[in-house]
């Protein structure tokens, strides 16, 4: 991944001679290419329809002219990392229709607004100076495409849509750097904007019970409680459990899935004759995740309880979109984290996969920290291929979060080129579609293919 803010709020390129020679570094050591990201907020930032593309045009060609490719990532959401010294906001004409109209924004039960984001319940509502968010987003993705058609195939391999908070397909249950959550806080529901409550209160009188979507259900949690420390989602007696808690859930999530495909069809219509792979991410909610109830899991939006596969859906929806899915967390093992969190990311990231293998959808990893060290490399490396599970197809692409000055830093560039050049290494090639074996025989690998998309699945492409 480029820096978050390669582009910068005033839409010039940062320290492009750095970056340059940054980026000609990665092209010598195999790397395929690196993820760029497209902010709403800079391009269509001066007005709507309002479209300038001249910093992309300049990076796009000084991608290219070193040889990688680009995964085009699509933000249709802000960035607040403290970490990373970035900040980019929604459009500022979006943000003065909510302040007229604060209900286009996510809300949580204390009428906190999450503003880094559009809410779902008005994806097809014309509050945006006469356009749905929808046609906005099509409007922006059009504008793109007629910008740089002839890229795309040869250099824009990959269209990854924003999904919700951080790109994510997901709620903004948990909010870093707001001060309302602090890790493992199971998080709160994000739907008392009048939109979504609006939409619960329809549901539930199609199904035929009306009296459960008059409110949503008035012992949730609050952002930092465990599951246990709620109402809501008590192991033994909770809410969640109970019909009127059953049907909120199956709302809460479906909206959130039926969000997904219609963003996902919007950029599979708009490049249906480009050669680009359509992607989304989910999110890595892995805390709580050996509770019965899957508190975090469940606030994010994904309806994961005991007994019950809440990714199924999630993956029957990408594979309806012909679309690859991303996955965080590739770096992160179970022996890592905080016992009394309960957490699994590995027990996640191989549900999920799972999921993804039923349903014949591709997927593409990534870490989700900044993390130079062999023992994340290593982990890294077995979450590609899952030897132990050979059922489920190697990753079709892994990016690495992310190119910056740490990379480069004399150690951390070492154990990096040895991570790209061995990620293959001891591993057997026999699940090429083509029935090829990987190039050289027995030499290794130094990056995973790029996808794309061929017949009825995925064709991966060996990078010689």
Known sequence: ML???????????????????????????????????????????????????????????LVKSVGLKIQASMCFHGCSNASENCSISLPQWIMSIGETNPDIFFSDRAGHRFQGCLSLSID???????????????????????????????????????????????????????????????GEFQCYDRYMLESLKTYAEILGKPEFGQACPEDVPTYNQSPNECGFFTEANGSWRT?????????????????????????????????VVVVGKVAGVHWWYKSKSHAAEVTAGYYNIEGQDGYDKVAKMFKDNSAMMILPCMEMSDKEQPSDARCSPEMLLLQIRKACSRNGVPV?????????????????????????????????VFTFLRMGESLFYAEHWRLFVNFVRNMDKDVVWGDLQDGSSSEGGGQNRTFLSISCFKGEGIHLQPIC
Not at 25 to 52: C, H, S, T
Not at 140 to 147: I, M, N, P, T, V
Not at 367 to 394: C, E, G, M, Q, W
């Open 3 to 61: 820096p978050l803010d390669t582009v910068t709020v005033v839409n010039t390129l940062r320290r492009v001679k750095a970056l340059q020679a940054g980026l000609r570094a990665l092209k010598l050591i195999g790397v395929d290419g690196v993820m760029m990201y497209i902010w709403w907020g800079i391009v269509e930032g001066e007005g709507p329809r309002r479209y300038n593309w001249s910093a992309y045009a300049t990076l796009v060609n």
């Open 124 to 186: 097809s509502l014309p509050l945006l100076d006469g356009r749905s968010p929808l046609q906005v987003y099509q409007d922006f993705l059009e504008s793109f495409r007629g910008e740089f058609d002839a890229y795309f195939g040869e250099t824009i391999v990959e269209v990854i849509m924003s999904l919700g908070p951080e790109g994510e397909l997901r709620y903004p249950a948990y909010q870093e750097g707001t001060g309302l959550w602090k890790f493992p806080g199971v």
């Open 243 to 275: 019909p009127p808690g059953e049907l909120f859930l199956s709302w809460y999530s479906g909206e959130l899935v039926a969000h997904g495909s219609r963003m996902l069809n919007i950029v599979s219509s708009v490049f249906q004759k480009n050669r």
């Open 364 to 396: 593409s990893g990534q870490n989700s920290l900044p993390r130079f060290d062999t023992v994340a490399y290593s982990r890294i490396k077995d979450s590609i291929h899952r030897l132990d599970y050979p059922f489920i197809p190697r990753l079709a």
